[in-house]
């Protein structure tokens, strides 16, 4: 069982997860997969190690036991994984897709820090969720972070960033925007086929709102492209021209006081950000080294 690390991983995680279905989100593999491996795991040792609570798990003592040994065999993994990134030393360009959000205004701050630990060049490629997707499966690129996951068969997804859809306009409006609010704005909305535009629609439709009631002046593809505009817009105008975009594009901006934001009354429109890569580069050190980094970062 020890060559097979990935079935420790499985429980590392849901220890630090203390649930099942929590692990199974974060590991982008299913529930079921998350407790067979764990079975597997008892039936190898001939022990218990997992006890399922209503308040989420406890390790017997023997699983006590299992975790030290798993935590020292990580420990050493890594550092092994170090030491082959240096020995293998080749050049060649790591390939990162992204979507406009994240490539944009998120991934660029830590280009450099990925560069030094995989020792190569990289390069990145901004997009739709569903390009970036399909240019991963073609294996143009190595590694693809998204707002959406488009789910394939043969590709792996972990949650990575959380984020936060929130209304904007570059003057005050109200904090808390009741749906008699929204139709009191000029708006900038996303093309059709965005992911932002597909969950802001569903949260609209739950508190009665009809987008089609809305005075839309403009529908842009482009992140930038909306805040510039938005940036850019008429600040004495009688009726506030705002969109609703990730706070992660916007948040320097409302730091500065060039924008403010607003949210929905009673409602949150949240999401996470994906790392996918292809199932057949699972065990990959350049793909492993990157995305725990990435990982590290689940807080940004």
Known sequence: MLKDFAKLQTFLMVVKE?????????L????PAVTQQIKFIEDYLDTKIV????????????????????????????????????????????????????GNYILPNYLGEIQKRIN???YMHVGLSSEIIDE?????????????????????????????LVVF???????????????????????ENSHTRRLT?????????????????GVLTSPTSIKETILNADKTAARPLVSIMSRHVIQADIAQGRLFEARLK????????????????????FIDNVVNYLLSLSKV
């Open 51 to 102: 006890e399922r609570k209503k308040n989420g798990i406890l390790l017997t003592k023997e699983g006590e036991d299992l975790y030290r040994i798993a935590l020292k065999l990580e420990k050493a993994i890594t550092n092994g994984e170090k030491e082959l990134l240096k020995i293998i030393n080749k050049e060649f360009t790591f390939i990162m897709g992204a979507s406009f959000a994240i």
């Open 266 to 285: 009673n409602y949150k429109i949240e999401r996470n950000f994906y790392i996918a890569y292809s199932k057949d580069r699972k065990h990959d050190a």
């Open 169 to 191: 306009s570059n003057q005050p409006i109200k904090k808390q925007l009741s749906a008699e609010d929204l139709l009191e704005f000029d708006w900038i909305c996303r093309n």
């Open 18 to 26: 203390k649930s099942f279905s929590n692990a199974s989100a974060k």
């Open 28 to 31: 982008g593999i299913s529930q």
């Open 136 to 164: 991963l499966e073609d294996k143009k690129i190595d590694l693809a972070l998204i707002e959406s996951p488009v789910f394939k068969d043969n590709i792996v997804y972990r949650e990575w960033v959380e984020d936060e």
């Open 201 to 217: 629609a569903e949260i609209f439709e739950e508190m009665g709102v009809n987008c089609q009631n809305f005075n839309v002046i």
């Open 120 to 122: 190569n060049e990289v």
